[in-house]
């Protein structure tokens, strides 16, 4: 059974602050890493993907990806209130699948 | 703008009366899923078309049955709801194959909301 895990949180932190978003995934061979972000009631937005290890920066959001430790985390910039959300990880198997495994999510609150 | 479209938003329906869920997309892309999430819960995955064929979940409820007549669009039919089917159904599309990075990434369309009564 493959397993992406998520703390649920909340993670709560001031605006302005870096909130730090962490996921570990069990299949050593994992291939794509995914990021969402869903507000409640809504369906999730993508906010990036990240295939390589290392850092990934797209606006006020990176991702680390770190394949031999087995997991990925998005760091938020400068967060907002309007980043108040919950965040999913994604994970695509070894093997050639193309179907993600989703973690529960962790939910972020940012306050003023 | 391409985008995934799902109709109705929000679904209230019997116990036990057929209710059809519909999702239809303008992104050209041949792979569309359906997932179904709860409270709090991960998005879980009931089946998925990979251009015409079919592929369902070991788990999938036979309650639970999808269509899907041409490119655009895709139907999850509950043949009879109960309340452990209330939730929240997502419909998601990729386009895999076209050798391009990021082709497992999903875009979800904005859910229909079924409550079951």
């Known amino acids: 059974q493959k397993e992406v895990e998520q703390n649920s949180g909340p993670l709560s932190v001031p605006e302005g602050a870096i909130a730090s978003l962490n996921c570990t995934y069990s299949?050593?061979?994992?291939?794509?890493f995914f990021w969402y972000r869903q507000y409640s009631g809504k369906s999730p937005e993508l906010i990036m993907f990240i295939y390589s290890n290392g850092d990934k920066e797209d606006g006020r959001f990176t991702a680390q990806l770190n394949k031999a430790s087995q997991y990925v985390s998005l760091l938020i910039r400068d967060s907002q209130p309007s980043d108040s959300a919950t965040y999913l990880c994604a994970v695509t198997a070894s093997g050639g699948s193309y179907i993600p495994t989703f973690g529960r999510g962790t939910s972020l609150i940012v306050h003023p | 703008d391409a985008m995934v479209i799902q109709n109705p938003r929000y679904q209230v329906t019997q116990f036990g009366k057929p209710v059809t869920l519909s999702c239809s997309q303008t992104?050209?892309?041949?792979?569309m899923y359906w997932y179904q999430q709860k409270s709090s819960q991960a998005p879980k995955l009931l089946f998925h078309?990979?251009?015409?064929?079919?592929?369902n979940e070991a788990d999938t409820p036979d309650n639970f049955q999808s269509r899907r007549p041409n490119t655009s669009f895709c139907f999850l039919d509950i043949r009879s709801p109960g309340l452990g089917d209330a939730a929240m159904y997502l419909c998601a599309t990729s386009r895999l194959g076209a050798g391009a990075g990021g082709e497992e990434t999903q875009y979800f369309g904005p859910g229909t909301r079924l409550l079951v009564l």
């Open positions: 078309y990979y251009d015409k064929d079919f592929n």
């Open positions: 992104l050209n892309h041949n792979v």
């Open positions: 299949d050593r061979g994992s291939q794509s």
